[in-house]
């Protein structure tokens, strides 16, 4: 049987590790709750969460990739950014899909009723930068990241002073897909996202890994941006599914740079 575990991470923010380890966030105000990203869809996400939290739930996905946003089929209101329709759409392929499930650290318990059918694109509603969700003494801020696909979004928690950057900048960031932006459109982004957000965090949480991310990680990938377009890099050579590209600083065995600075990048040279 497939499982779900969860750490209380702040007296509003429930962090839920997924069958393939990726983070979802539950957030919950005194009136409403919010969930940030559903999963790769493996497993019975909604029965866990209503096992947490008996208040009305929303759906805010961060992007469209599968282990995001296939969980999404047991809930009723589901957001998206619309701009992410082109991924969701490849990455809700069952064959797609089914390719990695060797991701999943319980592959081995699974049965067929616990992949789950992803949601019909049609009904995700659009979610853009502006927009924010009220859940009782708790609010969720919304703001565009693109670069990791052209719809990833960031999410501030506002009394909570905790700002998820979940894949849009972490400490390996992929940008080496067909569908991403260039790395120069990437540190436009995060060059517009730092002072909208700047003073109004004290914590940052991410998708995957630990979940916990520095507070200067978006100076530190901004750096790195800079470093790709200088030509500045590494260039270890790294390979993902059946993606190719490159790190841009070398890491140690624990994915750790090297030269002990914050943030990475996978790039592609063209």
Known sequence: MITFQSQKISHAITRIIAPSEELIYLVEGSEKAALIDTGSGIG?????????????????????????????????????????????????????????????????????????????????????????????????????????????????????????????????????????????????????????VEGKYDRVLLSHGSGDGALDLIDGVMEVCSDIINGNTDDVPFTFKDSEGFIAKAVDAMGARKDGEIGNIVFRKK
């Open 44 to 196: 019975s996400l909604g029965r866990y969460v209503r096992s947490l939290t008996d208040k009305p739930l929303v759906v805010l996905l961060t992007h469209g990739h599968v282990d995001h946003a296939m969980g999404a089929g047991e809930f009723d209101f589901v957001y998206m950014n619309r701009e992410d329709d082109y991924i969701y759409k490849s990455h809700a392929d069952e064959k797609y899909r089914r390719d990695g499930l060797f991701l999943c650290t319980q592959a081995d318990k699974m049965e067929e009723g616990d992949f789950l059918s992803p949601l019909p694109l049609e009904c995700i509603r659009d979610m853009k930068e502006g927009d924010s969700f009220a859940l009782g003494g708790i609010t969720i801020e919304i703001y565009s990241c693109p670069g990791h696909t052209r719809g990833t979004l960031v999410m501030l928690i506002k009394e909570e002073r905790v700002l998820l950057l979940g894949d849009a900048c972490n400490d390996l960031t992929f940008m080496h897909e067909d569908y991403s932006t260039t790395i120069e459109e990437y540190e436009e982004s995060l060059k517009r996202l730092k002072p909208l």
